[in-house]
């Protein structure tokens, strides 16, 4: 919502453009062929699901199982999966209808229903009797609830933090290479003018002095714009307009002035939210660090609700592995360590020395903003007595141009700088997650 109404007041205060491409459109072009985009979509639409798995405890599932029916010489026996040929003749096969409905606390339980195809003689299917079907419940011994929900939650956190970073980034990418072809296209149709003024000037003087003061600038302005078309060079990549580069613009001053009042609570970014519930589940996992060397593995227990008899069954996965090649030690060593709260610490550390060196920046742009307001004085004190010396017959047309173009430079430079303040002020708004483009979520 707040986008649409940023993008209705820029279109209101700018001229609209009808063939030209517009800054939503540029941004949705650099969006959709970013490889980083397409990654963090998919890493949050899968942490999504497994948010989904934890929260909604109800979360059915439907599998099939087949299993083949061989007659030996002791009578029918399942062998599992599909078997063609081999030992024995095949009798049918057996498929089994699994429905997992119920995931909590760890356990999920499930439903079995079995279907028989008989193949020997005439096709034919046998439902289940009633005493067949039973109800399951699961339970994995070496995983631990608590510590799988934190960690699961923790991963949302990263994915979601992953998005927002990556829409922003291109988003104020997008915004940079406007600014900086604006001000390279301005610099460049300038600085041709400029040469253009000195070729003049060099072609009708006749003082040899004169002449070579004049090459040297000449020299200069060529060295100065070959820069400027080499910077421009990358960012040819998309029709520039001057109604492309007022919209931006809008754009961004709008979205700075809605967002004055935001929360500067470093411990509120989403990564960092993140590595606290991981820090929380390896203080958990830190008391069970004995989980890879137990032998048991995991518990079924079975109900048959329709048996007369043995309608309980129990039953513990066992597997005791006597020797290994230190597996279970890095396993246990892991779950021991406390990599959870040194990388909390070092990532906040990191982000507080990135908002010091934004908001810093910020105070050096200021002061560039100030100088540059001074150059622009002079520059234009220096031009209104051009003017008056041009008007007077003390200099000549060429020189009273070239006045003019350092007075343009001077009011380009402050510009510049500005956009460079408007960059900076996104930047430290991205590092508190304010919601400056893109979906939300």
């Not at 001229?15 to 490889?35: C, P």
């Not at 119920?102 to 193949?119: C, I, R």
């Not at 030690?329 to 892991?334: G, K």
Request: proline share 2%; net charge negative; charged share 25%.
């Amino acid at each position: 919502m707040k986008k649409f109404l940023i993008l209705t007041i820029s279109l209101l205060t700018g001229v609209l453009m009808l063939y030209g491409t517009t800054f939503e459109e540029l941004y949705n072009e650099n969006l959709y062929k970013s490889s980083s985009y397409a990654q963090a979509k998919l890493g949050l639409e899968s942490a999504q699901v497994d948010m989904n798995k934890i929260d909604n405890f109800f979360m059915p599932y439907l599998g099939l199982s087949f299993d083949t029916i061989k007659l030996g010489t002791t009578g029918p026996t399942s062998v599992a999966g599909l078997v063609f040929g081999g030992l024995g003749e095949t009798e049918g096969y057996k498929l089994s209808f699994n429905v997992n409905f119920l995931e909590v606390w760890g356990a999920s339980v499930a439903l079995s229903f079995p279907f028989t195809f008989n193949v020997k003689d005439e096709w034919n299917i046998e439902t289940p009797e009633s005493e067949d079907i039973n109800i399951r419940l699961s339970r994995d011994l070496t995983k631990l609830d608590r510590v799988e929900r934190l960690n699961t939650e923790a991963s949302y956190y990263d994915a979601l933090s992953k998005y927002y970073f990556v829409q922003t980034n291109i988003f104020i990418d997008t915004v940079e290479d406007i600014f900086n072809r604006h001000y390279n296209e301005k610099m460049i149709e300038l600085s041709q003018k400029e040469l253009e003024i000195l070729q003049n000037k060099y072609q009708a003087s006749t003082d040899e002095d004169v002449k070579k003061n004049i090459e040297k600038q000449i020299l200069s302005a060529q060295k100065t714009l070959e820069g400027l078309k080499s910077s421009n060079a990358s960012l040819e990549y998309f029709e520039y307009s001057e109604e492309l580069y007022n919209q931006t613009k809008n754009i961004v001053k709008n979205l700075i002035n809605s967002n004055q009042n935001y929360s500067k609570n470093i411990n509120e970014r989403l990564d960092l939210k993140s590595l606290k519930l991981k820090e929380e589940a390896s203080n958990i996992q830190k008391n069970f660090w004995f989980i890879p060397y137990i032998p048991f593995k995991n518990v079924n227990l079975s109900f048959s609700p329709f048996k007369e008899e043995n309608k309980w069954s129990i039953g513990i996965g066992f597997e005791l592995t006597i020797l290994d090649k230190g597996e279970r030690q890095l396993v246990s060593n892991n779950m021991k360590s406390n990599f959870a709260m040194l990388t909390y610490d070092e990532s906040l550390k990191k982000v507080e020395e990135t908002v010091r060196s934004l908001e810093t920046n910020n105070k050096m742009l200021n002061y560039d903003l100030n100088i540059n307001q001074i150059d622009l004085d002079n520059a234009l004190d220096e031009y209104n007595k051009n003017v008056d010396l041009y008007n007077k017959g003390y200099i000549t047309r060429e020189d009273l141009e070239l006045s003019e173009i350092s007075l343009k430079r001077a009011q380009l430079t402050k510009e510049n700088t500005e956009n460079s303040l408007l960059l900076n002020e996104l930047r430290i708004r991205q590092q508190y997650y304010v919601d400056i483009w893109g979906d939300k979520n």
